[in-house]
T-cell receptor, first 113, second 115 residues
Framework: AAGVIQSPRHLIKEKRETATLKCYPI?????VYWYQQGPGQDPQFLIS???????DKGSIPDRFSAQQFSDYHSELNMSSLELGDSALYFC????????????FGEGSRLTVL | AQKVTQAQTEISVVEKEDVTLDCVYE???????LFWYKQPPSGELVFLIR??????QNEISGRYSWNFQKSTSSFNFTITASQVVDSAVYFC????????????FGPGTSLSVIP
């Protein structure tokens, strides 16, 4: 079965650079979530989208922005990168008709040097 | 506010021992969902179980079993006859009401199974 696809899987950037992560949800899933997991930490919710509209917002820095496109894929844009942005970024998707079940991608590991 | 607590930061057991991972949650909602996820060293999050707040039946899946007790707001996870491949970080998590609600993770318990 198709799963959540994230790209790239690994990304190395330098401070003050910009990075973009992409997420392709499971077909027919209408909701996308982004999580950030720092080293040794639990995943922290950043932002979610339902039907291309932002549905909830967590601890997402102002330097980050995200959107969901007409094909339901989502992109997380991170600017003015800082060392502390080094983390594993997970995307998850769900269908509102299937209550409470999130499917996570394998994550994108961002390293900021 | 919602919160998930996993008091055990790290646990080490010898292979074939049973181990229980504790999870305590806080929410004022009457409808919620509880989850367990496994994160092996490779980093991906592996879904193990989802339980809704109205279903207090315990569940067994192979060597895994879950004990949901609403009276104590706990959702504990037991691995029977642990194996080296069970070594991972295990996260207990909570979401409210619907699939449009974010999942809130506990801090995780790192399990090491020693051969």
């Amino acid at each position: 079965a198709a799963g959540v696809i994230q790209s790239p899987r690994h990304l190395i950037k330098e401070k003050r650079e910009t990075a973009t992560l992409k997420c392709y949800p499971i077909p027919r899933h209408d909701t996308v979530y982004w999580y950030q997991q720092g080293p040794g930490q639990d995943p922290q919710f950043l932002i979610s989208f339902y039907e291309k509209m932002q549905s909830d917002k967590g601890s997402i820095p102002d330097r980050f922005s995200a959107q969901q496109f007409s094909d339901y894929h989502s992109e997380l844009n991170m600017s003015s990168l800082e060392l502390g942005d080094s983390a594993l970024y997970f995307c998850a998707s769900s269908a509102r008709s299937n209550t409470g079940e999130l499917f996570f991608g394998e994550g994108s590991r961002l390293t900021v040097l | 506010a919602q919160k998930v607590t996993q008091a055990q930061t790290e646990i080490s057991v010898v292979e074939k021992e049973d181990v229980t991972l504790d999870c305590v949650y806080e929410t004022r909602d009457t409808t919620y969902y509880l989850f367990w996820y496994k994160q092996p060293p490779s980093g991906e999050l592996v879904f193990l179980i989802r339980r809704n707040s109205f279903d207090e039946q315990n569940e067994i899946s192979g060597r895994y079993s879950w004990n949901f007790q609403k009276s104590t707001s706990s959702f504990n996870f037991t691995i029977t006859a642990s194996q080296v491949v069970d070594s991972a970080v295990y996260f207990c998590a909570l979401s409210l009401r619907g699939s449009y609600d974010k999942v809130i993770f506990g801090p995780g318990t790192s399990l090491s199974v020693i051969p």
